[in-house]
Nanobody
Framework: QAQLSESGGGLAEVGGSLRLSCAVS????????MGWFRQAPGKEREFVAA???????SYADSVKGRFNISRDNDKREMYLEMNSLKSEDSAVYYC??????????????????WGQGTQVTVSS
């Protein structure tokens, strides 16, 4: 079992930056692959970024070069550094964890645990 809790959302200007954190409560945090997803009003939840136990990383094309995902297993946290924000980045951002830690996947269905989400609003 794992419990996830996001923080760091809020209001940012176009071109600005925000850093999201995901606190993970689990027995073996290092064993989980982790991911970030987002959902804008009226749209389906979509993949943003993922990181495996071995540090392999994947990004959605829409955020590649602007967002950075990282994790600190000792602190039981995962992060999403968001730079050069665009209005279309506005969404509720969710962190997720999957038991199969070596698997780098963008599929929502592959993730076993989810946080409650944090709102990110980018204003122009």
């Amino acid at each position: 079992q794992a419990q996830l809790s996001e923080s760091g959302g809020g209001l940012a200007e176009v071109g600005g930056s925000l850093r999201l954190s995901c606190a993970v409560s689990a027995r073996n945090v290092a064993g989980y692959a982790m991911g970030w997803f987002r959902q804008a009003p009226g749209k389906e939840r979509e993949f943003v970024a993922a990181i495996t136990t071995g540090g392999r990383i994947s990004y959605a094309d829409s955020v590649k070069g602007r967002f950075n995902i990282s994790r600190d297993n000792d602190k039981r946290e995962m992060y999403l550094e968001m730079n050069s924000l665009k209005s279309e980045d506005s969404a509720v951002y969710y962190c997720a964890a999957k038991i199969v830690g070596w698997d780098l996947t963008s599929s929502l269905d592959a993730y076993d645990y989810w946080g409650q989400g944090t709102q990110v609003t980018v204003s122009s």
